[in-house]
């Protein structure tokens, strides 16, 4: 009978310059929900490399000071692993915006940690393609693929 694969998925996870006084705190629970902390770097970005980061929001009225509060103090980045790791983090973060987190999911991470509608403490890739490109952009050297855990399908 086939085993099925079991795909450990990799994420990239962000502790943005207002949270990273709780950075420990914030470890901790990821670690507490079934993720494993792979990799770590705490850095301080230069606007250049902020405005890299986000490059997807160029252009859009939020992104000067979108560039400015993500290089407004160091950060720290995580690569984090478990299964379905980029939509489970995405959950655990919660909306975007912080103050109407703090109305529609209270207990989410951004509602706890977050300072206000842009400044939110915490990022989540929000695709495949996404985590691959900004896990190699903290950790060049990464492997990004999932990995298979357990026997392989004998079909
Ligand atoms: P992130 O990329 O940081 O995980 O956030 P996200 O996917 O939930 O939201 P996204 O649309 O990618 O926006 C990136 C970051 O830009 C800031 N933002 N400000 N003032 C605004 O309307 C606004 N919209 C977005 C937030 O810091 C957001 O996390
Ligand atoms: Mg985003």
Redesign the pocket.
């Known amino acids: 009978m086939p085993v099925p694969h079991i795909y450990v998925e990799r994420t990239l996870a ?1 502790i ?1 310059p207002d949270a990273v006084h709780k950075a420990e705190e914030i470890e901790d629970i990821i670690l507490r929900s079934g993720f494993a902390i792979l990799q770590k770097r705490r850095v301080h970005l230069t606007p250049e490399q902020a405005s890299d980061l ?1 490059a ?2 160029y252009g ?4 000067p ?2 560039v400015a ?2 290089s407004s103090g160091p950060i720290i980045a995580l690569v984090i692993a478990r299964l379905q790791a980029i939509t489970y983090w ?1 959950e655990l ?1 919660g ?3 912080t103050i109407k987190a703090r109305q529609t999911h209270p207990d989410c991470l ?1 509602a706890i940690y977050g300072t206000d ?4 403490a ?5 695709s495949f393609p996404s985590a691959q490109r900004e896990i190699r952009f903290f950790f060049p050297d990464s492997v990004v693929e999932p990995v298979a855990t357990g026997q392989a399908a004998k079909d």
């Not at 915490?122 to 929000?126: A, I, M, N, Q, T």
């Open positions: 962000i943005k986000y997807e929001h859009k009225l939020f992104f000071s979108l509060y993500m995405r973060i909306p975007t915006n951004r509608d842009q400044r939110n915490l990022h989540g890739s929000d």
